[in-house]
């Protein structure tokens, strides 16, 4: 079973303090190898979420993960670096990410990492439609948050809200405060010895297939 090595959040921390082309370029057979010890680890995810969600069957480790690189076009902080590895594991990819729910898998370190889900910041038309299943069935959606296995895993569903109610929804609603909700988000923290543990990947298995009825409502 592969887990992630002490040497690839070592790399990421080394990454942090000397994030600059030159470092990088010097120290790059480093990156490789936290680069292959982590795709193979999302590889490992990947092949366990699959029996839950068999739509996933036959994605990419390449269509999940992110790169290094960050983007600097439109932020003052000009680092050329990400200081973390990311892959979101979603039908048809990463770039579907505004489409449909999925599970995103984080390493960083400083007990920074997680395994987190949902939908962030959805797109108007599927935000309406979340908000439409809301109001018709908010039951159901109340009923997967109170489970004790999610409460344990996640505490609470998370996400910036309106301050009011949503454009013909009243306020008084029995569900108001889920259909203030602009992100329907959901996140457990790792810590770093976690991380590097064989329990690795037992636990972040395990809180994506307690995350899978969230997602189940959030694309019905």
Known sequence: METIKKSTLDFLKELKVNNNREWFLNNKSMYLDAKANYEAFVKEILI??????????????????????????????KSPYKSHLGAFIVRG???????????????????????????????APWLAAIREKIDEHGDKLLKIISRKDFIATFGEL??????????????????????????????????????????CLDVVVNAARTMKPLNDFLIE
Request: net charge neutral; glycine share 8%; proline share 8%.
């Open 158 to 199: 998370e996400g910036e809200k309106l301050k009011t109610a949503p454009k013909g929804y009243p306020k008084d609603h029995p569900y108001i405060d889920l259909l203030r909700m602009k992100s329907f988000l959901v996140t457990k923290m790792l810590s770093d010895k976690l991380v590097t543990s064989e329990e």
């Open 48 to 77: 366990n979420v699959v029996e839950f969600e068999p739509i996933m069957k036959g994605l990419e480790v390449s269509s999940c993960t992110y790169r290094i690189n960050r983007d600097i076009r439109f932020t003052n902080d």
């Open 93 to 123: 990819g990463k770039q579907n990410g505004d489409r449909y729910p999925g599970y995103y898998f984080h390493i960083e370190p400083g007990n920074n990492s997680m395994i987190a889900g949902g939908a962030y910041i959805p797109p």
